[in-house]
């Protein structure tokens, strides 16, 4: 029969609560990172008149409010 001494079986409880603990710990950290960027994903900074609003449309490109300027969401990657 296989014997194992009592502080090896709490080292390996401990270790595998730990471990589980752990892989808790990364799963909810993405999933809330990912909560975060879809809430800030809606939210919009005029690039002229620097109005904040929100938008939960799924378009790319969204009029201002307050001056009718079109924004485009996200960071603009277009060169110039
Ligand atoms: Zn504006």
Redesign the pocket.
Known sequence: MLEISFEDLAISVLAFSMLILGVLLIGRNSTERQVRRRSLRSIIT?D??G?LFKDSSADKVVD?P??G?ANQRGRDKSLG
């Open positions: 005029c002229v008149c109005h201002c307050e001056c300027r």
